[in-house]
């Protein structure tokens, strides 16, 4: 996998942000953190159906979009909020962003296939879950898992 060069968040290379996608299941191929090397991931999924996310690190959400820049506000899981501006390269979607901590990122996400089909997303005490067609992820108030149906 080639990937870009990571640079500071902000203002995209060769443009402003573009909004996440509405509905869609992505694994993370590769994150570097604070200007470092490019590290391939075994299993990072995002989804996101509508305004709402779930990341099987282990938080979820809504997501919001301000023209360039996409603010994920952690509702359930790991406190705090990511700020990212993204962009397409081919099929995947590159992501430049902060951390609660001010920490800086980069990550490359690629579709997963199975994405069609029944959306949505259902929250309660603690606890959140977001499908995309196949995809299932769940939130707790101190993990994520994900699954495939």
Known sequence: MTAP????AGPVPGGP??????NGAWLRRGISRDGGPLI???EVVWLQAGPYYA????FAGTTSFDGS???FHHLTGEPGEDTGTFRREGAHLVEWGTNPDGGT???V????????GV????SGPDHHVVRVGRHVVHVGSRTGTYWRL
Request: charge should be negative; aromatic fraction near 8%; hydrophobic fraction near 30%.
């Open 119 to 122: 959306t949505g997303s259902w």
């Open 5 to 8: 060069e990571p640079v500071p």
């Open 17 to 22: 942000g573009i909004p996440v996608p509405e």
């Open 105 to 107: 990122f980069l990550e």
């Open 69 to 71: 820049q996409v603010r």
């Open 55 to 58: 990341d099987s690190r282990g």
């Open 109 to 116: 996400w690629t579709p997963l296939p199975g994405a069609d």
């Open 40 to 42: 391939e991931d075994d």
